[in-house]
T-cell receptor
Framework: KQEVTQIPAALSVPEGENLVLNCSFTDSAIYNLQWFRQDPGKGLTSLLLIQSSQREQTSGRLNASLDKSSGRSTLYIAASQPGDSATYLCAVSRETSGSRLTFGEGTQLTVNP | DTEVTQTPKHLVMGMTNKKSLKCEQHMGHRAMYWYKQKAKKPPELMFVYSYEKLSINESVPSRFSPECPNSSLLNLHLHALQPEDSALYLC?????????????FGPGTRLLVL
């Protein structure tokens, strides 16, 4: 059974700092890996999707990397802003079906002005 | 339009009530999902519809009954719920078997069962 772990569970940083969120998964037979953002009481917003054959994806100040063989992904946020405060969730989908996502527990990020 | 809408935003119901949650998307997606999310926990998949047919049921109790009347609509019928069913219910949609495309999530319905 696939298990997804995110470290740290919570992170508080001053504005402007660069930061890294970590995600690890136990079964390397994944279809893709996604990073989502969730604001309190809201739905999920997709940030980046990395195919299993890719190494990284970039969008603005966000960069996500994937090392499928070691079962790890990182989300790098450059020059953090208070508006980045949210919970960040990592999710993987299995090779046999892209539909079923397995989520990590999330990292709750607070960026202080 | 990359929006998934859900109604109602909030719902309070007693254990003997019958209610329904509604989800709608107009992105032409043919896969739609129901997730349940408890506080400070990740979403848990409940059901997946692919081309309007139920393709995944994650052993959800029968007091939750999904329905997909057409390719744009997804309902979740609720009956005889328990207080532990109180949670945020999220709907999502995507194109089936498209590895490059993410799931788009709605804002959720916050359900409280008394």
């Amino acid at each position: 059974k696939q298990e997804v772990t995110q470290i740290p569970a919570a992170l508080s940083v001053p504005e402007g700092e660069n930061l890294v969120l970590n995600c690890s998964f136990t079964d390397s037979a994944i279809y893709n890996l996604q990073w989502f953002r969730q604001d309190p009481g809201k739905g999920l917003t997709s940030l980046l999707l990395i195919q299993s054959s890719q190494r990284e994806q970039t969008s603005g100040r966000l960069n996500a990397s994937l090392d499928k063989s070691s079962g790890r992904s990182t989300l790098y946020i450059a020059a953090s802003q208070p508006g980045d405060s949210a919970t960040y969730l990592c999710a993987v989908s299995r090779e046999t079906s892209g539909s079923r996502l397995t989520f990590g527990e999330g990292t709750q990020l607070t960026v202080n002005p | 339009d990359t929006e998934v809408t859900q109604t109602p935003k909030h719902l309070v119901m007693g254990m003997t009530n019958k209610k329904s949650l509604k989800c709608e998307q107009h992105m032409g997606h043919r896969a739609m999902y129901w997730y349940k999310q408890k506080a400070k926990k990740p979403p848990e998949l409940m059901f997946v519809y692919s081309y309007e047919k139920l393709s995944i049921n994650e052993s959800v109790p029968s007091r939750f009954s999904p329905e997909c009347p057409n390719s744009s609509l997804l309902n979740l019928h609720l009956h005889a719920l328990q207080p532990e069913d109180s949670a945020l219910y999220l709907c999502a949609s995507s194109q089936p078997l498209r590895p490059r495309e993410t799931q788009y999530f709605g804002p959720g319905t916050r359900l409280l069962v008394l």
